[in-house]
């Protein structure tokens, strides 16, 4: 098994449930609260580990009880810390609202803000050709690309979750052997209404494949060889999405560095975030492989 290594984010994430979005003004009964780790980037560095991978994450937290909190449930299932630094700045916050099993989501990105390039050297300064790395958008963007570019030079194989969506992060398309947007994201990044002139355009940009996440719809891989679509799993009733694309991603790329093809990497993948929607939170919801392979 090849080496996964990840440089994103890490949020404590304050959740609560509401009927509806209340209007400018309104205060809102709400209930089911909850404050667990997230973050993209920790969230798919906790699933990479849950379901089996080596992973190693660079980032950053601030010196609280939530970089506390952040720290001890990466460490749980096995995730390489030692690169996530503590810093002046508070820990990253994402306030959480669900609404019918749907999340709207509001950052504060706090100490993600103050990950470096020097981050990503330490991380990789081990790496191997052939490893896997992983980034995603909750981290500045500047050193996203940069960090991208350097596993390239390394050989390793690139997996960019272009997340939360950003038109600006066309410039790192280029650097991704496997990028990994959902339909809005892929529309900011391409330009294109479209679903397929939008994943021809990435492919157009330097992007070695795409695989378009489309919720119910499943998703949808194509490379300059190869088109095909993975159906949506179903492991029960939806009621939180929030780590849904995090779990996606970390399956697909767990199953890649097993040597797996990327068709079968994928179907893993849509079983192990049909499993995350079942759950509330964001890593408290993300299945073991012991879980996702006795679905299978």
Do not use: W
């Amino acid at each position: 098994m090849k080496n996964i290594y990840l440089l994103g984010s890490l949020n404590c994430d304050l959740t609560v449930r509401a009927p509806y979005l209340p209007e400018a003004g309104e205060t809102l009964k709400g209930g089911g609260f909850m404050m667990t780790a997230g973050g993209k980037g920790a969230n798919q560095a906790y699933a990479c580990a849950s379901l089996g991978g080596r992973a190693a994450m660079a980032g950053a937290v601030g010196r609280d009880r939530f970089g506390d909190l952040l720290l001890e449930s990466l460490q749980k299932v096995g995730v390489e810390t030692s690169h996530i630094r503590r810093c002046e700045r508070n820990t990253g916050v994402a306030m959480i609202t669900v609404i019918d099993g749907d999340n709207r989501i509001i950052l504060d990105e706090g100490a993600n803000g103050a990950v470096t390039e020097a981050d990503a050297d330490a991380l990789l300064a081990g790496a191997q050709a052939g490893d896997i790395f992983m980034t995603q958008l909750e981290t500045p963007l500047p050193v996203v690309t940069y960090a991208l570019k350097l596993a390239k030079r390394k050989g390793m194989f690139t997996a960019f979750n272009p997340a939360p969506a950003s038109a600006e992060a066309v410039c790192a398309v280029r650097y991704a052997d496997l990028i990994t947007p959902n339909r809005k994201e892929l529309k900011l990044l391409s330009g294109k209404e479209d679903l397929g002139e939008g994943c021809a355009e990435l492919l157009k940009l330097g992007a070695g494949a795409v695989l378009v996440t489309l919720g119910e719809r499943g998703s949808l891989y194509v490379s300059k060889d190869a088109q095909f679509s993975i159906k949506c799993a179903d492991a029960g009733e939806a009621v939180d999405t929030t780590a849904a694309g995090d779990t996606y991603c970390a399956a697909v790329c767990v199953k890649l560095a097993e040597g797996a093809a990327i068709a079968e990497a994928a179907n893993f993948a849509s079983l192990c975030a049909a499993i995350t929607v079942t759950r509330r939170g964001a890593q408290a919801a993300i299945p073991t492989r012991e879980e996702a392979d006795r679905l299978l």
